[in-house]
């Protein structure tokens, strides 16, 4: 299957394999990382629009971009169509390409307050944020929602219309309801019907852990575009549709190349923290990952585990002539 580019209003995405959204992990070094490795769009972690009226530092400090990553979506969240329209002209004036609607989060802290997927339950409430999100925008603006809220109440496709409707210029559906959370099969048949139900760009999101499984969900339910959240933590390269082998000089040069860019991007108090959310997920499913992951959890320093990962990748690259000379060996 030809790989198009993805077009949200005037904004063309070359690469339509996109980061997902994902709450402590999406920061400003792992997007442009997955930039890096090929990711058309990347999209923050999930911001408060009270954090923002309120002028909170910490939630300024997740709207950090910076050219290179470049296009980059911010997602809001929240309940009151007032306060997001007035967070969105707030995010606006950053330089930002598209500003993001979250309908889908299922966490309990979200929902609580009607914000999140709770708002796939008050399709009229959720019509209103996005009109007033898109009258204090130039951006394009976009919505993240799901299935629905359980298996008994699935109302995306109409969901979807309604989006649209309200001026959404795309959109994405996690294909599970909130009683799934993240379990379960994601069901593809409501992307399929989700396609059918709108004129604007869809984007298919849930369990893609290969770009072979991301062009197999466009193919089979005729999406625009897949959304990759916690099938590229640790594998980074992913969004390349001819990606290298996954070899163990793959895992630690791109994990090398995290720590560089948590290092330039982030204050020397927060580095430590912000990498162990992620150090460990590189070394799942291999040789001696087990006492890599245990002695990346040691480290007491940013500036130790730098070292760990240094020599690490020093034993690897010393045992690349080794591993070239077996290859042509076996070849005669």
């Given amino acids: ?3 198009k580019p993805l077009q949200i209003a005037d904004l063309t995405i070359e690469n339509p394999f ?32 009270h954090g923002l ?35 969105a002209a707030m995010l606006s004036r950053l330089p930002i390409d598209c500003i993001d609607i979250n309908m889908g989060c299922p966490v309990k802290k979200v929902t609580k307050k009607g914000a999140g997927v709770a708002l796939m339950k008050s399709p009229a409430l959720a019509a209103k944020i996005i009109r007033q999100v898109c009258a204090n925008t130039t951006r394009p603006v976009t919505v993240k929602f799901r299935s629905g809220w359980t298996r008994q109440s699935i109302n995306a496709p109409e969901f979807a219309r309604m ?10 559906i996690h294909a599970r ?22 004129s604007i760009p869809l984007i298919g999101n849930g369990d893609i ?33 001819h990606h290298p082998a996954e070899t163990p000089l793959l ?14 991007f982030c204050p020397p108090q927060w580095a430590l923290g912000k990498i162990r959310n992620h150090a460990g997920r590189y070394f799942k499913a291999m040789r ?17 585990l730098r070292q760990l990962v240094d020599k690490l990748l020093e034993g690897l690259l010393a045992q690349q002539p080794e591993e070239q000379g077996k290859q042509q060996a076996d070849h005669y």
């Fill in 251 to 264: 895992r630690v040069t791109a994990l090398k190349r995290h720590l560089e860019l948590i290092e330039q």
């Fill in 18 to 49: 996109i980061l997902a959204p994902l709450a402590g992990y999406t920061d400003l070094p792992f997007r442009l990382l997955c930039r890096e490795y090929g990711a058309g769009l990347v999209f923050s972690e999930m911001i408060s629009s």
């Fill in 163 to 172: 989006a649209e409707e309200a001026g959404a210029a795309a959109l994405t």
């Fill in 53 to 87: 009226l309120y002028d909170q530092q910490k939630t300024w400090d997740m709207t950090r971009s910076t050219p290179a990553e470049r296009p980059v979506a911010m997602q809001l969240f929240g309940s009151e169509p007032d306060i997001m329209g007035r967070a």
């Fill in 209 to 241: 852990n290969s770009c072979e499984q991301g062009l197999a969900m466009m193919k089979e339910t005729g999406c625009d575009g897949v959304m990759i959240g916690r099938g590229c933590l640790g594998r980074p390269w992913i969004f390349a549709p």
């Fill in 177 to 198: 309801t909130w009683s799934d959370g993240f379990s379960g099969t994601v069901d593809w048949e409501v992307i399929a019907r989700c396609r059918e139900a709108i």
């Fill in 1 to 3: 299957m030809k790989i």
């Fill in 288 to 304: 001696h990952g087990a006492e890599i992951r245990h002695s990346i959890y040691q480290a007491g320093s940013f500036a130790e």
